[in-house]
Nanobody, 117 residues
């Protein structure tokens, strides 16, 4: 089994920054793609950012230029640096990962990010 544990959420003012972390642990050979999703109240869960095994990244348009996804393979950790936060970034943020060799998909429990003045 694999566990993903997120941290770093909280309350921040508009224009502020937060850094989310997600650590993977358990039984796997390595991690392939990792990503961050978010779900705001009353809305569907959406993909925010993805980082592939080779380090390539992809972002949803609404966060491009403000958010940066990165990973530390030695620590099985993915990060999401969020700058210039806006009210509409308020959501529960979930970590997602695919593990090798089975390419099984796992989810974290979520961490709340609230942007409010």
């Amino acid at each position: 089994q694999v566990q993903l544990v997120e941290s770093g959420g909280g309350l921040v003012q508009p224009g502020g920054s937060l850094r989310l972390s997600c650590v993977a642990s358990g039984s796997f050979f390595s991690i392939s793609t990792m990503g961050w999703y978010r779900q705001a109240p009353g809305k569907q869960r959406e993909l925010v950012a993805t980082i592939f095994g080779g380090g390539q990244t992809d972002y949803t348009d609404s966060v491009k230029g403000r958010f940066t996804i990165s990973r530390d393979n030695a620590k099985n950790t993915v990060y999401l640096q969020m700058n210039s936060l806006k009210y509409e970034d308020t959501a529960v943020y979930y970590c997602n990962a695919f593990t090798r060799p089975t390419m099984s998909e796992y989810w974290g429990q979520g961490t709340q990010v609230t942007v409010s003045s």
